[in-house]
């Protein structure tokens, strides 16, 4: 099992999160950016995972499947322990926020701690994990897409910037689209700094207008890379099929 403890040293950052402010923050702008969850050895140590084929289950690349242009690569099981520790401790907090959308839409809830959201996983035949890391070089971009992997999805999911933006990369933004019922688009961009992170919806999110609570759809991708190559980390909280 991996640590769950609230006081290990590798992640203090998590022991600080504020999941009211982060559901205040998705509630009012759509994504919420908690600040620096990775110091810079951290990030590093994810970057040097990507070359290494042993710690993947599989890579995609982007162009092939008219993604977009770069490569991704998805975690095998067991997790590496830093990614393994995010992915569970992120969870308790998210699962909270998830729960109160959950109500206002008048939809199941999620449990409580993340080993039983992937139990239920693995009981719609969702087993293989989805935590991934990407890779992007000078052109490459990330077309707007929701990470869906089944029946059951859990509506909260996470990137963390592991590149320095502007010194290893320009161009290459976080970008979100919004789509509420009769509205036209609304765009969000995120230039999160190294070790940052931004929590967003998987797919919708719930928003109180004046005919009630409809859902709000999420989309996100990433703009072109201009130059430098740039890495991120993404957490998704249910499995995939
Ligand atoms: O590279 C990014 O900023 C977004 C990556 C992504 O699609 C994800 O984390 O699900
Ligand atoms: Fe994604």
Redesign the pocket.
Known sequence: MAPTTTDHPALPALDRLDADAIGEALDRDGIAMPGRLLDPEQCAEVVDLFDRDEVFRSTVDMARLSFGA?R?RYFADPLPPLVQELRTRLYPGLAAVANRWAEALGEDGFPTEHDELLARCAAVGQHRPTP?V?R?GPGDH?RL?Q?VYGDLTFPL???I?LSTPDVDFTG????FVEQRPRQQSRPVV?R?GLGEA?VFPVRYRPHRGARGVHRVQMR???SAVHTGR?H?????FHDAR
């Open positions: 770069g991704y991934l990407l992007y990330n897409h990470d999911q996470v990137l910037m290459g933004e976080s970008v995120a999160p931004v996100h991708g990433v740039r991120v980390l993404g957490i998704i």
